[in-house]
């Protein structure tokens, strides 16, 4: 004889299923539909039930879908799935009372008794509303409206849940009184068709282990279900009931990071899963889709651990999640700032796959997640600079982050570094140190620019000051502050195009990087559309070396740290005695294509491609040159 749990299905009206009580549990997400949708699930009844000339139609039902359920202790039923489209009904029976009372109709006992009534608990009648909600974020907000209460005094420190209820309420009811306006008797006949004529199928399940088996292959109306959503179901599957609230806590603390730092949840977990696992490819070889999480997770719930131990998994999670925050806000886990990380959003904001190798080495000391950092700044803009397309980013991370889960020191780095990062940069030196030498202003977006334009001032800054004044932070150099300065001005006067040694050419030559550096906005402001004479009187005022040497007739006598800087800027080797620096008294061609062959030089030096080269890329990390999505 089979014994085995039965689950029952009943088609129900709304007027039976509120025979029942209902219990949101307090591991359920929150009410989340919106005015949008509130307002297109009132509209959709209304339009089912009423023909063309406002007439109520008598031979029509309409099916809004399911609901499961499991019966509790307390013989109520804990909403499993359903609890978006069970809210909104019951808060459509408090506007009707509400709006009814407004238009003088008399009182419906039936629809007071499908608000609240009395039940038997433990051999005491009590009474009860027929859905209360268990989660926190709730607070009493619905039990207010089921009593005609003050929801502003609620409101005086509004959850998400808290507003979107209270706005669903405040839909419905401008709903009902546009519609049935000096019009009571309409409305209650409006309430018998909605009541008797909706229908739902209410799927009762013996437990919670079925409940949320039967939850997975269920949908509610309006809002999906996300790979998140059904990951927290699957953690509750897994989980006794005891360990419920540690969870409930656990899977808040999650959302808690994940919304400190604007993340995406489903991206966060797809990292999570590149960062942590080998196999993280799906059948077709290609990194798994958010689409495709859910069944990754289930699929690896026992090599992961989520099967054995739940609840350390969700640990695992939320370290991830705080240590993906941390990441976000540019410093380490254990507090100390990253400041490459920040370059890095700099350069391109919306850029995230760098996090898959920040996760992947989270257990680091800062020092060796700074010299991580610093090297993916530099892959970064190699490829940037060198019109490679960053689509391979992801996969490649992730088959990566194989070795950064192994690393431990600093040295550990640095190997990873060598084996994985140098090829892909060295393989491009050639192509980057054209890209520099040809790079203009009209061929990249401006902030980008002002990023290269920074990282110049701040390498020729760190030359000359070393560590006595303020040049770690690229922050200090991306300033509002301090503006891109077009030497030869952008928009000369006729007699300045004409002293150009090339005039016919002279807006060629305007955006190109070394007829550009970074000058303080006063100055700027003061030199303008001025001669180059009366600009370097500006120049030489200028906190920035960068800036200072266009002007600057210092000679090389001292091997100090200033003239080393210098020399940088004027294309003369760092051992060099005492050569005179080029002294262009007129801003020509030669001068603007003496300082970017310059330029270009340092930059080999400041995003690391001078570096000794390493053997060519290997033939499981190919080439992504002719890949067809840029960052």
């Not at 002002?450 to 990282?455: E, G, S």
């Not at 030089?601 to 033939?619: H, N, R």
Request: proline share 4%.
């Amino acid at each position: 004889m089979n014994s085995a749990p039965k689950i029952e299905s009943n088609d129900l009206s709304i007027e039976q299923m509120y025979k029942d009580f209902y219990v949101v549990p307090d591991y359920q997400r929150e009410y989340v539909w919106t005015e949008s949708d509130v307002q297109l699930f009132a509209e959709d009844i209304y339009d089912e039930f009423y023909g063309p000339s406002g007439e109520l139609l008598s031979d029509r039902e309409y099916f809004i879908g399911s609901i499961v359920v499991c019966r509790n202790s307390q013989g109520a039923f804990d909403l499993i799935d359903g609890q978006q489209r069970m809210t909104t009904i019951y808060l459509f029976l408090c506007a009707i009372r509400d709006v009814l009372a407004r238009l003088g109709g008399k009182d419906l006992r039936t629809l007071g008794n499908m608000i609240f009534d009395y039940h038997m608990v433990d051999g005491d009648e009590m009474t009860d509303y027929r859905l209360q909600l268990q989660y926190e974020d709730s607070h009493d907000i619905l039990e207010r409206i089921a009593e005609r209460g003050d929801t502003d005094a609620t409101l005086s420190t509004p959850t998400k849940s808290m507003t979107a209820i209270t706005d669903a309420y405040a839909t419905l009811e401008q709903f009902l009184s546009e519609q049935f306006a000096g019009d009571p008797d309409g409305l209650r006949k409006f309430f018998g068709a909605f009541t008797q004529r909706v229908k739902l199928i209410r799927i009762q399940t013996p437990n919670l282990a079925h409940a949320l088996k039967v939850f997975e292959t269920v949908n509610d109306r309006g809002v999906g279900l996300t790979a998140m959503d059904l990951l927290k179901n699957l953690l509750f599957m897994r989980t006794s009931p005891q360990a419920y609230p540690k969870l409930k806590d656990l899977w808040k603390e999650l959302n808690g990071h994940l919304e400190a730092c604007n993340e995406k949840p489903l991206r966060f977990l797809r990292y999570f899963v590149m960062a942590s696992y080998p196999d993280f490819r799906t059948k077709t070889h290609k990194p798994v889709r958010e689409d495709e999480l859910y069944e990754w997770l289930s699929d690896h719930a026992s090599v992961i651990g989520l099967s054995a131990n739940p609840l350390d998994f969700a640990r695992t999670l939320v370290a991830a999640a705080d240590a993906y925050r941390d990441f976000a806000q540019k410093h380490a886990p254990n507090g100390g700032p990253i400041g490459y990380l920040d370059n890095i959003q700099r350069l391109s904001g919306k850029a995230r796959q760098h996090f898959i190798l920040m996760l992947a080495a989270r257990h680091l000391p800062t020092d060796a997640l700074n010299e991580l950092a610093r090297h993916v700044e530099c892959l970064f803009f190699v490829f940037i600079a060198t019109r490679t397309q960053t689509k391979n980013f992801e996969w490649m991370f992730g088959d990566w982050s194989a070795d950064l889960r192994q690393a431990k020191t600093l040295t550990d780095i640095q190997t990873f570094v060598a084996k994985y990062i140098r090829p892909q940069i060295a393989s491009r030196a050639r192509d980057f140190e054209y890209a520099m030498m040809e790079l203009t202003a009209n061929r990249i977006q401006k902030y980008r620019m002002k990023y290269i334009l920074a990282k110049f001032a701040q390498h020729v800054d760190q030359l000359a000051w070393q560590d006595a004044r303020n040049t770690r932070d690229l922050a200090n150099y991306l300033d509002p502050k301090l503006e891109i300065e077009h030497i030869l001005p952008q928009k000369p006067d006729a007699a300045l195009r004409q002293a150009f040694d090339k005039p016919d050419e002279y807006d060629e030559w305007v955006p190109k990087l070394g007829n550009l550096t970074l000058l303080e906005k006063g100055l700027n402001a003061a030199g303008s559309n001025s001669t180059f004479a009366t600009k370097c009187g500006a120049y030489k005022q200028s906190t920035l070396v960068l800036t200072r040497a266009i002007a600057t007739d210092q000679g090389f006598g001292k091997n100090d740290s200033l003239t080393r800087a210098l020399r940088s800027l004027s294309g003369h080797d760092s051992t060099e005695g005492t050569t005179q620096a080029d002294d262009f008294t007129v801003w020509n061609s030669e001068a603007i294509s003496h300082r970017q062959t310059t330029l270009a030089k340092l930059a080999k030096q400041i995003w690391m491609v001078d570096l000794p080269e390493q053997k060519a890329v290997s033939a499981s990390e190919p080439d992504t040159a002719n890949n067809d999505a840029v960052l």
